[in-house]
């Protein structure tokens, strides 16, 4: 697919070998991601960074690669410091945004928020997360991390555990993970179960899912460990957090019944899901990921805004 302004909202919209083309372009992405080697293709391009939610590694790392290609960025991290908070619309502040911007990066509280800005937006529009919807370029750096730590995404054993059911990383994910034959295990709490209609299309994409709320049945069939954070701030009722906070918690002695290759993920922030003592482990692939959150994001750049590479 030849991304050159085009919208990024779903990784539905990607075949398998759109993926792997992204992921080549990542790769060769790594020295400029580490300012080893210098690209400036985006030189006189401005990206217009719409943050209204919290985060740090999204924001961030696309403001990076951004830079890393010469591309300037206009941002806004708060609703309330925009009209929006005078009662203007998303799409009319799309459509104003397009004005300044070359391409907008939207992260936004409602599921479906990014789709309805591609709609109205004139300039590619990159979905970097949609409430409980999904998050395709978490997943674009996710399917990177795992391929460069296991050389392969195809037949892999993925278990994703925790907070299935807000956890937009993990939609995105799942979705994915059909195009290349993986064996996955879902592993969550009661009540916090990967949505039917998600699990629903895993199946008519050929992949049927496994079930669990044991970790512990499921982590010595393991190679890849993908761990969430309980999504406190989407549930309607904090006593109902309460009950299930803590589910999981992947440490040293849980690890211990592992296969020596396994790795453990987290799109991150992490609240208690991963205990320090595991950061210092061969397992630990968490930091690596966030950091490959730039060159991934340096592709889709390059790909959607039109550099020469
Ligand atoms: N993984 C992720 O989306 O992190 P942020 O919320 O910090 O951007």
Excluded: W
């Amino acid at each position: 697919m030849d991304l050159y302004d085009k919208d990024v909202v779903s990784i539905k919209d990607f075949s398998k070998e759109d993926i792997e083309g992204i992921l080549d372009l990542s790769e060769q992405m790594i020295p400029y991601a580490k300012g080893e080697k210098i690209d400036r293709t985006l030189d006189g391009k401005i990206l217009g960074n719409l943050f209204f939610e919290p985060s740090t590694r999204t924001k961030l790392s696309f403001e990076s690669a951004a830079y890393r290609l010469g591309c300037d960025v206009i941002d806004v991290s708060e609703m309330s410091m925009t009209s929006m908070a005078k009662g203007e619309t998303l799409s009319d502040t799309i459509r104003i945004v397009n004005a300044y911007c070359d391409a907008i990066v939207l992260r936004h509280p409602s599921e479906g928020a990014a789709r309805l800005a591609a709609n109205c937006s004139v300039k590619p529009v990159i979905n970097a997360g949609d409430g409980a919807g999904s998050h395709p370029t978490q997943t674009l750096l996710d399917l990177f991390t795992m391929r460069q730590a296991k050389g392969t995404l195809d037949g892999l054993r993925i278990t994703l555990v925790g907070d299935l059911k807000y956890g937009r990383t993990v939609h995105s994910l799942a979705d994915a993970l059909t195009m290349f034959g993986v064996k996955l295990t879902l592993v969550a709490p009661e009540g916090l179960q990967m949505p039917q209609d998600t699990i629903a299309h895993l199946r008519e994409k050929g992949c049927t899912p496994t079930v669990e709320t044991n970790l512990e049945n499921v982590i010595s069939n393991t190679d890849i460990l993908y761990v969430t954070r309980i999504q406190k701030e989407r549930f309607p009722d904090v006593s109902e957090y309460q009950k299930v906070a803590g589910s999981y918690r992947i440490d040293n002695n849980l690890l211990r019944e592992a296969d020596r290759d396994l790795i453990v993920m987290h799109p991150l922030p992490r609240v208690n899901e991963i205990a320090p003592e595991v950061d210092s482990t061969p397992h630990a692939k968490y930091f690596q990921q966030a950091f490959n959150g730039v060159p991934v994001r340096m592709a889709l750049l390059h790909s959607v805004m039109g550099g020469e590479f």
